[in-house]
């Protein structure tokens, strides 16, 4: 072995320990920018939200019926009753409407809010928020200007970033994530944290 082998090994652990530490240093700093960012715009109560406005609700998933699933649900009780106290005009709903056949967010999303009293002349559809950043994109290429986002508590900041990101000027209400599954709710709580990387990346690179 050359004399200066365990040298160089020594410079490359070391390159490799910045590397790590540089790494974990842009993470944490994109998610405490994601959260603080969208922690401006949390509405504390839905009495807080402006009259008049758009309301933004975003899939969370269908149950194998077809109907929408236990979150998705809270998500769209809040929408109505906003509706109903003539808060906002109209409710979009955005899912994932592409993605396979059979599956069918907004439309499932539609039929809930229909069954609550909300007249399907007030839902419009958005089958192409496959996810929170392409809900955000796709309110504003509706000609959406501002709107209220509902979608559950931990994640409505990593939403209102998204959204504020692609040019809507947003506010949120944030609706109960208790569920009936423990370990799936930790599970949804952990992804933030990824998910609120990939957020930033994605506002960074446009």
Not at 71 to 88: K, N, S
Request: hydrophobic share 45%.
């Amino acid at each position: 072995m050359p004399a200066n082998a365990p040298r160089r090994t020594r410079r490359w652990r070391t390159a490799v320990r910045w590397a790590l530490g540089a790494a974990a240093v842009l993470a944490l700093a994109s998610v405490v920018w994601v959260q603080a960012v969208g922690q401006q715009a949390v509405v504390a109560s839905p009495s807080d939200v402006p009259d008049g406005g758009v309301a933004l609700v975003l899939g969370a998933g269908l149950r194998p019926d077809g109907s929408p699933s236990t979150y998705l649900r809270r998500r769209l009780d809040a929408a109505a009753a906003l509706y109903d106290a003539g808060t906002v005009s109209t409710i979009v709903v955005s899912g994932d409407g592409v993605s396979r056949p059979g599956y069918d967010e907004p439309a499932a999303m539609r039929t809930w809010l229909e069954g609550l009293g909300v007249p399907g002349s007030a839902i419009v559809e958005d089958p192409e928020g496959v996810d929170t950043t392409a809900s955000c994109r796709r309110a504003t290429e509706l000609g959406i200007a501002d709107a209220v986002v509902i979608t559950q508590d931990y994640h409505l900041r990593r939403a209102l970033f998204s959204c504020r990101a692609a040019g809507l000027d947003a506010v949120g209400i944030g609706v109960s994530a208790q569920s009936v599954k423990p370990v799936q709710a930790v599970w949804w709580h952990a992804r933030e944290v990824p998910a609120s990387i990939k957020a930033a990346w994605d506002a960074l690179l446009g």
